[in-house]
């Protein structure tokens, strides 16, 4: 009773603190910081993505690839990433120990020759195997990797939201801001969009179809990147997500490259 | 090959009876490729000998894995036969690999017919050494023949160390005399000659210790066994005609291979040092690859490499890196058929002779994949062993569907 009494009591005070928070900037740092807080502690997870290309005459083509992602306290998560189809590039795996504000270390592996290759990850803004999104959109959701401003409160599609501007601090990042809308029961993102370094919308980010796991960390199952400079999109859906798998660092390393599928 | 045959199916045992603990085999297991090869060359050959400009290839390779215990234990076969018009050396099957694999927390144990891949530079593969080329593949010796082994990989914080014990020697695959893209005079494989006594069944050993520092990926090396590279000696055939044959030495080799990544800029660095084969020698390949993301605002990524080749013998020896420098261009074009292109330019100093290269490759369908490959041959002077190749300027499209 006690415990409970304490979580209720805690839960009452976030929200209290976030409204004593006196600029916007510190009130979208505050908002930041307890979504980061919230989505703590799953130490390492597992999933299936398939990635569906389209171009803008509609044609598409789909990726499927399997993610593991290993929580790291204090800096980026590591992950590696074995694409499963199309079949010319099955068992290439990709590795990456993320940073906020360094460049990521990143290998591949190329199973024809089986070469363990570092490349160059100074630059996050390419795009990730041919899709609308960039290697920046995909690594892992860091508080310091933005300085934030909170817009306003504002419902979306029946959600209460923050909606929160947010400006990269990695000096090579492809954007100058984004637009977060995060929902208020969650502290997931609902939609997000992307300004490029000419201060042009380029992209929008919708995430759909969220579940809970763990009874606490929320994932949603559907991605949808729009990019309005190209017409261009790319859906990502995730499934058999798995979490606290007993993952650990040597299962990121570059040995582990050479037998992952 | 009896001896390989024997390796092969005592592995083979050994890895059935451990399957049979493992439940649930499924077609997401298999995978490969066949693939239709076409090789149209730009004029007829230097000897009567190789009497076609345009040559077909059919290819298979298939690949078997399954693992289990969450990835800490697994079995991989790869199956590949290449049938090919004009010469029957290119006709050939081989084991790529047959590999059963145990990993643990700081150790990993691969015993069976495997392929291991060292080094870091792109024109040249110095330090590339545990596996033997299938020359007749391809002229840029990226093939390569299975190579059976134990490897012991201890994991420590300090890095990884690799234990290699090779038991069995594959020979270097040529072209026949029927073939193109060979050396003149051809060389006889049937009369390969060995330093050691043993021959094939010569124990081949190496150690490598690698690890990465920031940005730093550093490996260090030494091989003693059969020398991959065979010299070749001028001999006769039957007929009184020349012919080269390889001669095998037993070698020690010790080698460095290092990267800086530093932002979009890559410097590497292959040396070795090598005795038992001839006079003792070093050789060095040093570059960069500097990659210019999303050019004019498109998706397209361009790269540019750069590499100086040196070899200390000079000019008398075998290889053609002996003081080169090549120059190249990487364009990914991050698109939904993963298009992508390699221009590559050598150029040999002392002789003046030049290399051209373009590999591209495109995906067609989500099965179909097609790759184009050109590779020129300028300027090649008398003497210099890249001569052979003066009249092989060739064009070759290999389409393959994949599963």
């Given at each position: 009773?006690?415990?409970?009494?304490?979580?209720?009591?805690?839960?009452?005070?976030?929200p209290?603190?976030?409204?004593?928070?006196?600029?916007?900037?510190?009130?979208?740092?505050?908002?930041?910081?307890?979504?980061?807080?919230?989505?703590?502690?799953?130490t390492d997870?597992?999933?299936?993505?398939?990635?569906?290309?389209?171009?803008?005459?509609?044609?598409?083509?789909?990726?499927?690839?399997?993610?593991?992602?290993?929580?790291?306290?204090?800096d980026?998560?590591?992950?590696?990433?074995?694409?499963?189809?199309?079949?010319?590039?099955?068992?290439?795996?990709?590795l990456?120990?993320?940073?906020?504000?360094?460049?990521?270390?990143?290998?591949?592996?190329?199973?024809?020759?089986?070469?363990?290759?570092?490349?160059?990850?100074?630059?996050?803004?390419?795009?990730?195997?041919?899709?609308?999104?960039?290697?920046?959109?995909?690594?892992?959701?860091?508080?310091?990797k933005?300085?934030?401003?909170?817009l306003?409160?504002?419902?979306?599609?029946?959600?209460?939201?923050?909606?929160?501007?947010?400006?990269?601090?990695?000096?090579?990042?492809?954007?100058?801001?984004?637009?977060?809308?995060?929902?208020?029961e969650?502290?997931?993102?609902?939609?997000?969009e992307?300004?490029?370094?000419?201060?042009?919308?380029?992209?929008?980010?919708?995430?759909?179809?969220?579940?809970?796991?763990?009874?606490?960390?929320?994932?949603?199952?559907?991605?949808n990147?729009?990019?309005?400079?190209?017409?261009?999109?790319?859906?990502?859906?995730?499934?058999?997500?798995?979490?606290?798998t007993?993952?650990?660092?040597?299962?990121?390393?570059?040995?582990?490259?050479?037998?992952?599928? | 090959?009896?001896?390989?045959?024997?390796?092969?199916?005592?592995?083979?045992?050994?890895?059935?009876?451990?399957?049979?603990?493992?439940?649930?085999?499924?077609?997401?297991?298999?995978?490969?490729?066949?693939?239709?090869?076409?090789?149209?060359f730009?004029?007829?050959?230097q000897?009567?000998?190789?009497?076609?400009?345009?040559?077909?290839?059919?290819?298979?390779?298939?690949?078997?894995?399954?693992?289990?215990?969450?990835?800490?234990?697994?079995f991989?076969?790869?199956?590949?036969?290449?049938?090919?018009?004009?010469?029957?050396?290119?006709?050939?099957?081989?084991?790529?690999?047959?590999?059963?694999?145990?990993?643990?927390?700081?150790?990993?144990?691969?015993?069976?017919?495997?392929?291991?891949?060292?080094?870091?530079?792109?024109?040249?593969?110095?330090?590339?050494?545990?596996?033997?080329?299938?020359?007749?593949?391809?002229?840029?010796?990226?093939?390569?023949?299975?190579?059976?082994?134990?490897?012991?990989?201890?994991?420590?914080?300090?890095?990884?160390?690799?234990?290699?014990?090779?038991?069995?020697?594959?020979?270097?695959?040529?072209?026949?005399?029927?073939?193109?893209?060979?050396?003149?005079?051809?060389?006889?494989?049937?009369r390969?000659?060995?330093?050691?006594?043993?021959?094939?069944?010569?124990?081949?050993?190496?150690?490598?210790?690698?690890?990465?520092?920031?940005?730093?990926?550093?490996?260090?090396?030494?091989?003693?066994?059969?020398?991959r590279?065979?010299?070749?000696?001028?001999?006769?055939?039957?007929?009184?005609?020349?012919?080269?044959?390889?001669?095998?030495?037993?070698?020690?080799?010790?080698?460095?291979?290092?990267?800086?990544?530093?932002?979009?800029?890559?410097?590497?660095?292959e040396?070795?040092?090598?005795?038992?084969?001839?006079?003792?020698?070093?050789?060095?390949?040093?570059?960069?690859?500097?990659?210019?993301?999303?050019?004019?605002?498109?998706?397209?990524?361009?790269?540019?490499?750069?590499?100086?080749?040196y070899?200390?013998?000079?000019?008398?020896?075998?290889?053609?890196?002996?003081?080169?420098?090549a120059?190249?261009?990487?364009?990914?074009?991050?698109?939904?058929?993963?298009?992508?292109?390699?221009?590559?330019?050598?150029?040999?100093?002392?002789?003046?002779?030049?290399?051209?290269?373009?590999?591209?490759?495109?995906?067609?369908?989500?099965?179909?994949?097609?790759?184009?490959?050109?590779?020129?041959?300028?300027?090649?002077?008398?003497?210099?062993?890249?001569?052979?190749?003066?009249?092989?300027?060739?064009?070759?499209?290999?389409?393959?569907?994949?599963?």
């Amino acid at each position: 009773m006690m415990k409970k009494l304490l979580i209720a009591s805690w839960l009452l005070i976030i929200p209290f603190e976030i409204l004593l928070a006196e600029t916007p900037e510190e009130k979208g740092l505050a908002i930041a910081m307890e979504a980061d807080k919230r989505d703590t502690g799953w130490t390492d997870q597992s999933a299936e993505m398939k990635m569906i290309l389209k171009n803008r005459n509609g044609d598409s083509t789909t990726r499927t690839m399997s993610i593991k992602t290993l929580e790291v306290d204090g800096d980026g998560d590591k992950s590696l990433l074995i694409f499963d189809n199309p079949p010319d590039v099955k068992g290439t795996a990709f590795l990456s120990h993320t940073h906020s504000l360094t460049p990521d270390d990143q290998w591949l592996y190329l199973p024809a020759l089986k070469r363990v290759k570092r490349i160059a990850s100074a630059n996050k803004s390419g795009p990730f195997v041919g899709s609308e999104f960039a290697y920046e959109d995909l690594s892992s959701q860091e508080v310091e990797k933005y300085t934030y401003k909170w817009l306003r409160d504002e419902p979306l599609d029946g959600r209460n939201t923050f909606v929160i501007e947010r400006y990269p601090a990695y000096e090579h990042s492809g954007y100058t801001r984004q637009v977060l809308w995060l929902d208020k029961e969650m502290y997931q993102p609902l939609k997000l969009e992307f300004y490029d370094r000419k201060n042009a919308m380029l992209k929008t980010l919708i995430f759909s179809d969220y579940q809970q796991y763990l009874g606490q960390y929320w994932r949603a199952s559907m991605m949808n990147m729009a990019n309005h400079q190209t017409g261009k999109s790319t859906t990502l859906t995730w499934e058999n997500y798995q979490f606290q798998t007993g993952l650990s660092d040597r299962d990121f390393d570059k040995n582990t490259l050479k037998r992952a599928r | 090959m009896l001896y390989l045959q024997r390796l092969t199916s005592s592995l083979t045992i050994v890895l059935a009876s451990n399957l049979c603990l493992v439940t649930s085999i499924t077609a997401a297991d298999l995978s490969g490729y066949g693939g239709l090869e076409f090789r149209g060359f730009s004029q007829s050959a230097q000897q009567p000998v190789q009497d076609h400009t345009t040559n077909l290839s059919l290819v298979f390779e298939t690949e078997f894995f399954h693992d289990w215990d969450d990835g800490y234990q697994g079995f991989a076969f790869v199956p590949f036969l290449r049938l090919d018009e004009n010469d029957p050396e290119r006709t050939h099957f081989d084991i790529r690999e047959l590999t059963y694999f145990k990993a643990s927390t700081n150790w990993e144990l691969r015993l069976g017919i495997r392929k291991v891949f060292w080094g870091v530079t792109e024109f040249q593969h110095l330090v590339d050494i545990i596996n033997q080329d299938d020359l007749v593949e391809n002229i840029d010796a990226e093939d390569k023949l299975g190579q059976p082994m134990v490897n012991l990989a201890l994991i420590r914080d300090w890095g990884t160390v690799d234990l290699f014990v090779m038991p069995y020697f594959r020979e270097r695959t040529f072209p026949g005399q029927e073939g193109r893209l060979r050396s003149i005079p051809y060389v006889d494989t049937d009369r390969a000659r060995f330093e050691s006594g043993a021959r094939e069944k010569h124990i081949d050993f190496a150690a490598r210790y690698s690890h990465y520092f920031g940005d730093w990926d550093l490996g260090l090396a030494h091989f003693r066994g059969t020398s991959r590279d065979p010299r070749l000696l001028p001999s006769l055939d039957n007929n009184g005609n020349p012919v080269l044959l390889p001669f095998y030495d037993i070698i020690n080799q010790t080698s460095i291979d290092l990267q800086a990544t530093k932002g979009n800029m890559l410097w590497k660095l292959e040396a070795l040092h090598r005795s038992g084969q001839g006079e003792t020698y070093n050789a060095l390949v040093g570059g960069f690859e500097y990659t210019f993301v999303g050019v004019m605002g498109s998706a397209i990524d361009v790269g540019l490499l750069g590499e100086y080749h040196y070899d200390d013998r000079g000019e008398t020896t075998a290889t053609i890196f002996e003081d080169d420098i090549a120059i190249g261009s990487r364009v990914a074009f991050n698109d939904i058929h993963s298009s992508e292109a390699l221009f590559g330019l050598v150029w040999d100093r002392n002789s003046g002779g030049q290399f051209f290269s373009v590999e591209a490759s495109r995906r067609l369908a989500a099965n179909w994949f097609l790759e184009l490959q050109s590779r020129l041959f300028f300027n090649q002077k008398a003497g210099d062993p890249a001569m052979a190749l003066n009249r092989d300027d060739y064009v070759e499209l290999f389409l393959t569907y994949n599963f």
